[in-house]
């Protein structure tokens, strides 16, 4: 049995930099695609098990209109739900994330991680609740969300970008606007710095890079969402959109269309449901817009606190993410 996937882990080459790793969707992935993968069978490009117990169809989607109609790279985003059943392996935090399967070290050298996140009037976030956003198991940089926990008030629309738990940028979340990120961080001299954009303005450098360690065994990016419970518990769905994920070494590609405009990712090569593959194959595809999309550009607000810490992590065992109940 064969399916198709986009530019499974591979190292590919495009006019602006080198893609070590891609989570583009093409037009033939589906949500069936992701329970192919397995401890026993560990195909590119998802690792998918941080997750509730109702079916994968519950937590995740896939469609073109799920993608910033900027990204051409990408034939479908995808959408990431968190809900009242999303407790994994007994933990009382609200889970649903996806993490690369590749056997290219993303944990070495200067490397850019680009992600595009969004959110509607359907389904928002709660944000009396702090989620914890495309974080490494270090923790040494990621988006987060809400009220943090341990923090005085109720509310707290604010979408943040942390380093080691401080926070360097923010902007207020608005539903229906594609917020654009891609973390730099350089793994061998311990620096880590943000560029950012809305909508479908280019990448610009909104914080230049401080000393800070991070460190990664290349599956331990969580993509997806983690909500705290701060004390409380809400049942209600919550739907995240991304689009346009991978990570590259420099120089960083800056056009929200990513490393490969154009292509739409509609045709790549079949992949076993038992080996990985790579390919440097591209072909032209479609997209739709999103009826809930804007592209605004606003400037984000950013602050200049600086912060030198160290984070480090062993190599992860099997489930060994975040310490499930029951798992080693």
Known sequence: MKYSLVFASLCLSSAQATVLWSGLFNSSFTVADFDLWS?????????????GPGAT???????????????????????ITIDGTSFWEGQTMERSEIIPQTSTNIGTGHLYYHFSLMTSTVNPPNPGFEHQIAFFESHCTEIKYGLISGEAGTTDNTLRWDINSVTQWSTPLVPG????????????????????????????????????SCSSDSEDWHVGELRLPNGGTDAAAEDWYWSGIYVESGPITTSIAGPFPGTGGTTSPSTSTSTSTSSTTTNTGTTTKPTTTTSTSSSPTTTTTTTTSTATGAAQTEYGQCGGIGWT
């Open 177 to 212: 606007t594609w917020y654009n990120f891609a973390y730099d961080i350089d793994f061998t001299n311990s620096e880590i710095g943000l560029w950012q954009s809305n909508g479908s303005a280019a990448l610009t450098q909104v914080f230049a890079p401080i000393s800070a």
């Open 39 to 51: 401890w026993s069978n560990e195909i590119a490009p998802y690792q998918w098990y941080i997750h």
């Open 57 to 79: 169809s519950e937590y995740l989607a896939v469609s073109p209109s799920y993608k910033n109609p900027a990204d051409t790279s990408d034939a479908q985003g995808i959408k």
